[in-house]
């Protein structure tokens, strides 16, 4: 069974950045990819961005507008995502999860053991 932890979530201000942590812990990580997703209040689940297994492919959502990086440390089992120039809409808690194939899609039911989100919140 996988589990995975997020950390690393604040509050910021707009404009600055924050680099968040996922680990990953069970058996078949290394094969899959992974991927980041984002809830804001009474709102859907939102696709963040995805890594492949190899962490030699990204893909992003719409929100990242070039501002976000996906990377993973395949030894450790964690994956990271670094958001830059951070506004006030990108407030919501942010959740990663294990792809069930070996590259991450958009759709949150391709994905399993989720962690319990890490809430970001950019606020002046």
């Known amino acids: 069974q996988v589990h995975m932890i997020e950390s690393g979530g604040r509050l910021v201000q707009p404009g600055d950045s924050v680099t968040l942590s996922c680990t990953g812990s069970?058996?078949?990580?290394?094969?899959?990819?992974m991927g980041w997703f984002r809830q804001a209040q009474e709102r859907e689940r939102e696709f963040v961005g995805a890594i492949s297994w190899r962490g030699d492919g990204t893909h992003y959502g719409a929100a990242s507008k070039g501002r976000f990086t996906i990377s993973r440390e395949k030894a450790s089992n964690t994956m990271y995502l670094r958001m830059n120039n951070l506004e006030p809409a990108d407030t919501a808690v942010y959740y990663c999860?294990?792809?069930?194939?070996?590259?991450?899609?958009?759709?949150?039911?391709?994905?399993?053991?989720w962690g319990q989100g890490t809430q970001v919140t950019v606020s002046a």
């Open positions: 069970g058996s078949g990580l290394s094969t899959v990819g």
């Open positions: 999860a294990a792809a069930t194939g070996s590259i991450g899609t958009r759709f949150p039911n391709m994905y399993r053991g």
